[in-house]
């Protein structure tokens, strides 16, 4: 179809020498768009025809500008509305279509004026008869005059949505050098029949679009989440840290709650912070002589501490749940560091999932990851800690920094961690971070000179930050809308 009337262009062409396409379509009672594509066909097997890109601006009646040109514009109308006696400002209000924009034209024009003197407005005629100008004008451009009115006069009635400024684009052709009144189908492949016959020599071939668009490749593709985690990681990797073994989702109290030193009746530890595992219930796995230390320092102090001062059971230790922070991890990882024969300093991290029992909201959900780094070393202070911070959020691309006294059970001194959101134009909460206490070191038995600094922040909170989500189940659940895995961008911190 779109070569037989490609053919019949270039038989209007061969007559004619030049043509527009609006006069084409109007010729061959076609659409002009069918025209167009006719024309790129044509274009596409050689230089048969010259297509030179034309546009044309001209001015058409709005809806309300060909009601204008029906019943009269709408001070006209005011102005008719309005007896030779008057008529009062508020019924004139009611019984004329657009009556707020035609007074006020009225007025302007001095048609009509305003009687205050007996109280309530009466409208009254002002001159004995009107020119209604703007119908005038209208009908003008509806006949195709619009040449005749001034471009200033045009702008107001655009401005007043009479009239509406349209742009016509088309195509004035002419003949090509290679011009023909028929089309010969352009070859794409070169074939081994063609080289062995020799006809390759007078056919014609379609030139190669180098800037055509391959087809995609079929591949995998990160979750946000994952590329933020991949640079996270790649961070502490850089700054000498190695990553901890965390794939035990299902913790024990003892490791989750007991080795950090907190509290058997710490609110934390009710089922309505904490998924708790029916099945199985309990577990009965532990260092029998480590378990003893930790039920010492919570019943009765040690190590320089008083303890809670309570009957530690190892029914609540026992206790299986889904973990509720990775720090059950480093708990685990410091107590295999204290087994060994001489004390070595480590860095360690972890990226991975947590659950807690929370309301879930634009910003909480009841699985999420937090991202925990820990240091032992010899005499390690705040100082330390702070000074870590400052190496590991600016690689991060945040620079401003400020820290907020806190309180963790297992941690002493206690720090909230904060940087200022230049998006928000505020100081928002990025993670926490402190210094384990001795009660929770000493029983596993490093030595009492090794300290240990340790922080922890969610992947989710800098992810939302990084990629514009204001609601986190637009990032995880099953609403997750799996072309955005596909077509979000690279993640690429400002280090």
Same mark, same amino acid.
Request: hydrophobic share 35%; with cysteine.
């Given at each position: 179809? $779109?070569?037989?009337?490609?053919? /019949?262009?270039?038989?209007?062409?061969?007559?004619?020498?030049?043509?527009?396409?609006?006069?084409?379509?109007?010729?061959?009672?076609?659409?002009?768009?069918?025209?167009?594509?006719?024309?790129?066909?044509?274009?596409?097997?050689?230089?048969?025809?010259?297509?030179?890109?034309?546009?044309?601006?001209?001015?058409?009646?709005?809806?309300?500008?060909?009601?204008?040109?029906?019943?009269?514009?709408?001070?006209?109308?005011?102005?008719?509305?309005?007896?030779?006696?008057?008529?009062?400002?508020?019924?004139?209000?009611?019984?004329?279509?657009?009556?707020?924009?035609?007074?006020?034209?009225?007025? =302007?024009?001095?048609?009509?004026?305003?009687?205050?003197?007996?109280?309530?407005? @009466?409208?009254?005629?002002?001159?004995?008869?009107?020119?209604?100008?703007?119908?005038?004008?209208?009908?003008?451009?509806?006949?195709?005059?619009?040449?005749?009115?001034?471009? /200033?006069?045009?702008?107001?009635?655009?401005?007043?949505?009479?009239?509406?400024?349209?742009? &016509?684009?088309?195509?004035?052709?002419?003949?090509?050098?290679?011009?023909?009144?028929?089309?010969?189908?352009?070859?794409?492949?070169?074939?081994?029949?063609?080289?062995?016959?020799? =006809?390759?020599?007078?056919? /014609?071939?379609?030139?190669?679009?180098?800037?055509?668009?391959?087809?995609?490749?079929?591949?995998?593709?990160?979750?946000?989440?994952?590329?933020?985690?991949?640079?996270?990681?790649?961070?502490?990797?850089?700054?000498?840290? =190695?990553?901890?073994?965390?794939?035990?989702? &299902?913790?024990?109290?003892?490791?989750?709650?007991?080795?950090?030193?907190?509290?058997?009746?710490?609110?934390?530890?009710?089922?309505?912070?904490?998924?708790?595992?029916?099945?199985?219930?309990?577990?009965?796995?532990?260092?029998?002589?480590?378990?003893?230390?930790?039920?010492?320092?919570?019943?009765?102090?040690?190590?320089?501490?008083?303890?809670?001062?309570? #009957?530690? /059971?190892?029914?609540?230790?026992?206790?299986?749940?889904?973990?509720?922070?990775?720090?059950?991890?480093?708990?685990?990882?410091?107590?295999?560091?204290?087994?060994?024969?001489?004390?070595?300093?480590?860095?360690?991290?972890?990226?991975?999932?947590?659950?807690?029992?929370?309301?879930?909201? $634009?910003?909480?959900?009841?699985?999420?990851?937090?991202?925990?780094?820990?240091?032992? #070393?010899?005499?390690?202070?705040?100082?330390?800690?702070?000074?870590?911070?400052?190496?590991?959020?600016?690689?991060?691309?945040?620079?401003?920094?400020?820290?907020?006294?806190?309180?963790?059970?297992?941690?002493?001194?206690?720090?909230? @961690?904060?940087?200022?959101?230049?998006?928000?134009?505020?100081?928002?909460?990025?993670?926490?971070?402190?210094?384990?206490?001795?009660?929770?070191?000493?029983?596993?038995?490093?030595?009492?000179? &090794?300290?240990?600094?340790?922080?922890?922040?969610?992947?989710?909170?800098?992810?939302?930050?990084?990629?514009?989500?204001?609601?986190?189940?637009?990032?995880?659940?099953?609403?997750?809308?799996?072309?955005?895995?596909?077509?979000?961008?690279?993640?690429?911190?400002?280090?």
């Amino acid at each position: 179809m $779109a070569q037989e009337l490609g053919e /019949k262009i270039l038989l209007y062409l061969d007559k004619h020498n030049q043509v527009d396409t609006l006069d084409l379509a109007k010729h061959f009672n076609e659409e002009h768009q069918k025209i167009v594509g006719a024309v790129k066909s044509v274009q596409a097997t050689g230089d048969l025809i010259n297509a030179e890109n034309k546009s044309e601006k001209y001015w058409e009646l709005t809806e309300e500008g060909q009601s204008v040109v029906q019943h009269g514009s709408h001070e006209a109308c005011v102005y008719k509305a309005v007896p030779e006696e008057g008529l009062s400002q508020a019924e004139l209000m009611k019984v004329v279509p657009n009556a707020k924009v035609g007074f006020s034209k009225a007025m =302007s024009a001095g048609w009509i004026v305003v009687d205050k003197s007996g109280g309530a407005p @009466i409208v009254k005629r002002k001159v004995d008869a009107i020119t209604d100008t703007v119908r005038l004008h209208l009908k003008s451009i509806c006949s195709g005059y619009h040449n005749e009115i001034p471009d /200033k006069t045009k702008q107001e009635y655009k401005k007043r949505k009479l009239i509406q400024e349209v742009i &016509v684009k088309s195509f004035m052709l002419t003949k090509g050098p290679d011009f023909s009144t028929t089309i010969t189908k352009l070859e794409t492949d070169l074939t081994s029949d063609m080289i062995v016959s020799g =006809s390759w020599k007078t056919l /014609k071939f379609k030139d190669y679009n180098l800037e055509a668009l391959g087809a995609p490749a079929e591949c995998g593709y990160l979750h946000p989440l994952l590329q933020v985690r991949t640079e996270f990681r790649q961070i502490f990797l850089e700054m000498g840290f =190695s990553e901890m073994p965390t794939n035990n989702y &299902v913790e024990s109290s003892f490791w989750n709650f007991d080795a950090l030193f907190q509290p058997q009746q710490h609110p934390a530890r009710d089922a309505h912070d904490t998924f708790f595992v029916s099945e199985p219930k309990s577990s009965s796995n532990f260092p029998t002589d480590y378990l003893e230390k930790v039920k010492t320092v919570h019943s009765k102090g040690g190590y320089g501490s008083l303890g809670y001062g309570y #009957d530690w /059971k190892i029914e609540e230790a026992q206790k299986n749940l889904l973990r509720t922070h990775t720090t059950a991890a480093s708990a685990r990882m410091l107590y295999k560091l204290a087994k060994q024969k001489e004390f070595k300093p480590v860095k360690y991290f972890s990226i991975d999932r947590v659950f807690r029992n929370e309301t879930l909201d $634009a910003t909480h959900l009841a699985e999420f990851h937090q991202v925990e780094g820990v240091i032992a #070393d010899y005499n390690l202070t705040l100082g330390n800690l702070i000074a870590v911070f400052n190496e590991f959020f600016n690689k991060l691309g945040i620079t401003q920094l400020e820290f907020k006294p806190a309180y963790n059970p297992y941690t002493e001194p206690s720090m909230e @961690i904060f940087c200022f959101h230049k998006g928000l134009g505020k100081w928002i909460e990025i993670g926490n971070s402190g210094v384990f206490r001795p009660e929770m070191l000493l029983p596993m038995g490093l030595p009492e000179n &090794v300290n240990v600094i340790a922080w922890g922040l969610s992947l989710e909170r800098p992810t939302m930050i990084k990629y514009g989500y204001n609601n986190i189940r637009d990032l995880v659940g099953p609403k997750v809308d799996l072309n955005m895995v596909r077509t979000t961008a690279l993640c690429r911190l400002d280090k």
